[in-house]
């Protein structure tokens, strides 16, 4: 490489860096934008660590949560046992990676559940004039019904014959998941609503329609792909609220069976002894509260990250 | 106005109907016997007998009917009797829970007091905590107070009531003994004493539940003060040389009070379903607790009745919500 060479190399860049930078997807402006939200890093660190220990954890710490140890019975915090035992003599420590696991699993599949309901309703009412008026006043009929008295009577009425038929763990499963869903899908189906209503006056849409893309490709192919930040934000956020009424459901006495742990669920059990144990009733709170805070963080992070207008500033 | 309004009262009627119907039909399909509890040496030909006493022989249709009627016209014509003295009511059938045999709303109007007192005070409290603190958090954006305001109502609305309201117990009465863990409702205001221990009864449940509310409603004031410090007018105010605290405190503050109402007003339904955790939390005997006693006792009555009082103040509350709006925000005309 001559002198020359390396001299227009040298200088190339300072000249050429601001008009012309390598293509790089979307995702990496949304991740440096993330990453600029302290709170939300911190956040997504905390809710890492958690799914890991719940996840990890169960085959490091082998104990099983239903293991009854009469001889260590509210045996305080030690190496055997490192939360302690409650008064069966079950060890702490599983039992909260046990109910982690159902009641993050919970959260997730109810606000996947949700999501789903709320984005069909609100792409269908968005998009077709004519089902809009409909789906809009059902929207609007859920958004008035008392969700937590109904929410309990659901529960209540349907978890006896839903266990007969999908057994203890899986019905009370089923039945949370799909009561909390089908509960909380009203504020996605107006965001994107409003989104698709906006998205179809574009330019690009009469462009696509006018080489006759047919409705589903529409959707599928220029509609969806936009209004999937919002859709994301919602998502985060969901996940947050689907556990926090999951454990209030447990703690009314109202969700999962006894020897079925979540974190709602232990907190309740241990209300009767708190004040002699006081550390059971921290312990599954801590948990929850990290757990939605951190999502918490998470969905503030993102709902910056995906918006263009802040991005890049 | 006036069209709206009624155009808007008009619809929530069949919404109401709606509503009570799909509540009826939850009840109705549900497989939850309300003699569940009888004991089983009772012989079936009283168990008969009773079922037809509680009204369940009927077709559910029938019984629904039944219900509106017993809602919607027999209990304001008792309320009116009980109010005036009249006895136009006599005869007429109340609404009656299952499970104590008295009418569900004479239940509900001795529980009415005690919730309205813990949940009305906690959310007049954290609105007035939630105002200020936005204003400031607006008015010093990005400041250390800024930063601390978010945070805290970061963790309010992430940390669920009933557990905050297990630690303040722990902390608070057990391990200090300042405060009751247990509402006493059966404790009368006579004098100066009895003020006292109602008022230490009530410091918890109702900081949990201010605590709460002021996290969502100090992050909405924030938002609404920051979108109105930005606008054109406040400049034009300052520049006319109005000192900062008229600026801010009547020119910008009341412009971004108005989203602020609405949403105080909408938020007054929910707090009815908070209440019915910290209700559980603290042993306060209030509806929420009624509603949870009566779910496990398959009292389908109290059930019904309560569950539609709640859709009622929802619906009723948006109205006002969008009243308020329209009265609020001159630029805003429904007509």
């Known amino acids: 490489m001559t002198e020359t060479d390396k001299a227009s190399a040298a200088a190339q860049p300072s000249g050429a860096s601001l008009s012309y930078r390598p293509p790089r997807s979307q995702w990496w402006d949304v991740w440096d934008q993330f990453k600029t939200h302290k709170g939300a890093l911190i956040g997504l660190t905390i809710f890492v660590l958690i799914l890991a220990a719940i996840v990890i954890g169960p085959m490091l710490w082998t104990i099983e949560p239903t293991y009854v140890d009469l001889r260590a019975r509210n045996k305080g915090f030690s190496m055997a046992h490192p939360f302690g035992t409650d008064q069966l003599g079950r060890d702490i420590l599983a039992r909260m990676m046990a109910g982690g696991k159902v009641s993050i699993s919970v959260g997730m599949t109810a606000m996947a559940l949700s999501i789903l309901l709320g984005t069909t309703i609100g792409v269908l009412a968005g998009y077709f004039k004519h089902l809009e008026g409909p789906l809009m006043r059902m929207t609007d009929l859920f958004l008035a019904l008392p969700l937590l008295p109904l929410l309990l009577l659901m529960v209540t009425l349907f978890r006896d014959p839903l266990s007969k038929s999908f057994g203890p763990e899986g019905g009370i499963f089923l039945l949370i998941v799909s009561a909390i869903g089908a509960t909380s899908w009203m504020q996605t189906a107006r965001i994107v609503r409003g989104e698709v209503l906006g998205l179809k006056e574009r330019e690009f849409v009469l462009a696509a329609r006018s080489i006759g893309t047919p409705s589903r490709r529409m959707i599928t192919r220029h509609i969806l792909p936009n209004v999937l930040s919002p859709i994301m934000v919602s998502a985060t956020l969901g996940i947050a609220s689907a556990i926090i009424t999951e454990s209030a459901l447990s703690f009314l006495g109202l969700g999962f069976p006894p020897d079925f742990p979540t974190w709602g669920r232990l907190l309740f059990d241990a209300v009767d002894q708190m004040q002699l144990y006081p550390s059971r009733v921290i312990l599954p709170g801590v948990a929850i509260s990290l757990t939605v805070l951190s999502v918490n963080y998470i969905g503030d992070g993102l709902r910056d990250a995906l918006d263009p207008r802040i991005r890049g500033r | ?335």
């Open chain 2, 1 to 335: 106005m006036f069209t709206f309004t009624l155009r808007r009262l008009l619809i929530a009627i069949p919404t109401l109907l709606i509503i009570s119907l799909v509540i009826f039909l939850l009840l109705e399909a549900a497989p939850g016997d309300p003699l569940g509890e009888v004991p089983l040496t009772v012989p079936p030909e009283v168990k008969a007998k009773m079922r037809e006493a509680l009204g369940l022989n009927s077709a559910w249709y029938v019984r629904y009917l039944l219900w509106l009627k017993q809602f919607f016209w027999v209990e304001p014509v008792h309320l009116w009797d009980a109010l005036f003295g009249t006895s136009y009511g006599e005869g007429m059938q109340r609404v009656i829970s299952f499970q104590s045999r008295q009418p569900v709303m004479q239940i509900i109007a001795e529980r009415l007091p005690q919730t309205l007192i813990v949940v009305g005070l906690a959310y007049v409290v954290g609105v007035l905590i939630a105002l200020p603190i936005g204003i400031i958090s607006a008015y010093r954006q990005y400041s250390w107070f800024d930063n601390i305001g978010t945070f805290i109502s970061m963790i309010g609305f992430s940390v669920p009531t009933f557990f905050t309201g297990v630690v303040l117990i722990i902390v608070f009465a057990v391990k200090l003994h300042w405060f009751p863990s247990v509402y006493d409702t059966t404790l009368q205001v006579t004098d100066w004493a009895s003020f006292k221990a109602q008022i230490r009864q009530m410091v918890m449940p109702v900081t949990v539940l201010a605590l709460y509310n002021a996290a969502q409603i100090s992050r909405f004031m924030r938002a609404s003060m920051l979108d109105n410090l930005g606008q054109d007018y406040v400049r034009t105010a300052r520049a006319k040389g109005l000192t900062e605290k008229v600026v801010v405190l009547i020119h910008v503050l009341r412009n971004s009070l108005i989203p602020v109402v609405t949403v105080i007003a909408l938020g007054v339904p929910t707090i009815f379903g908070g209440a019915i955790i910290t209700e559980q939390v603290f042993k306060v005997n209030g509806l929420g607790q009624q509603l949870i006693l009566s779910i496990h006792a398959n009292d389908m009555p109290m059930v019904m009745t309560l569950t539609f009082i709640f859709a009622i103040l929802i619906v009723l509350f948006n109205l006002v919500a969008d009243l308020l709006y329209g009265i609020l925000d001159p630029r805003i005309r429904y007509d």
